[in-house]
């Protein structure tokens, strides 16, 4: 857990919050009191320490669930919300897997799926599912939610809804219920809100890790003054 909190405090330092030696020292003793069995107090307790200046909460408050978070993903609705009957079920299991067979690429399908279905998705699937997209290139909190809609961009997140209404409209015309077409709709929605907020949670965790030097660091940009001094090269 020392480890833990000191990572912690240089991540508070690279997102601008300025943090002494003698409070880094504070913390650890308060903690070494405090225990790290209630959450909320050992929050406390590192917001005492830390914090001096009212306008870095904030970034606290960002920062502290990226590095003490229990890691466990949102909440998902089963498919139907519960409310199907057996063969209600089976004929959407049935269709969506029809749509899944031929559905491209593959994170995509392992998007829709989990959405249609409330089959959870690890935290690790969805690192790996952003290890195959661009990294972040800022490493400061607020651009967070920034930089999640960039990794949904690259996931193509926004299709899953398209997708939805394509599996829908198949279920209508097989003559499934009204009722029943609207509650997997419901929970299909709760569910892609789940999705969207792992994908965010997962992506601060990038965040975090490159401003440590731990994660993925994107290409650097070459900047003006690398061009002033660069040599034109004459065609030939």
């Known amino acids: ?3 833990r909190i000191t990572q912690f405090i240089a991540g508070l330092r690279a997102a601008g919050v300025r ?6 020292a504070d913390a650890m003793r308060a903690i070494e009191q405090a225990g790290i069995a209630d959450r909320d107090f050992f929050r406390m307790a590192l917001q ?5 200046d009212r306008g870095d909460t904030e970034t606290f408050q960002e920062l502290f669930p990226l590095y003490f978070s229990s890691d466990a993903p949102p909440p998902m609705q089963q498919a139907g919300g519960g409310q199907l009957s057996e063969d209600e079920l089976r004929q959407l299991e049935q269709m969506l897997e029809e749509m899944l067979q031929h559905m491209t690429p593959e994170q995509l399908a392992e998007l829709f799926r989990s959405m249609m279905t409330g089959q959870q998705l690890s935290n690790k699937q969805i690192r790996d599912m952003l290890s195959q997209v661009s990294p972040p290139h800022m490493t400061s909190p607020r651009y967070q939610q920034w930089m999640a809609r960039q990794a949904m961009r690259e996931l193509q997140f926004s299709k899953l809804s398209q997708l ?4 829908l409209e198949k279920l209508r015309e097989a003559g499934m219920s009204e009722e029943a077409i609207a509650a997997i709709m419901q929970a299909a929605r ?3 809100q789940s999705l969207a907020d792992q994908i965010g949670q997962q992506v601060g965790q990038q965040m975090a890790d490159m401003a440590q030097g731990q994660g993925q660091q994107p290409p650097r940009r070459r900047g003006r003054a690398y061009w002033a001094v660069r040599p034109l090269v004459k065609a030939l």
């Open 19 to 24: 943090v002494s030696l003698a409070e880094s």
């Open 48 to 52: 005492a320490t830390l914090i001096k």
């Open 190 to 192: 709760e569910n892609q």
């Open 164 to 167: 939805m209404r394509e599996l």
């Open 1 to 3: 857990m020392d480890r």
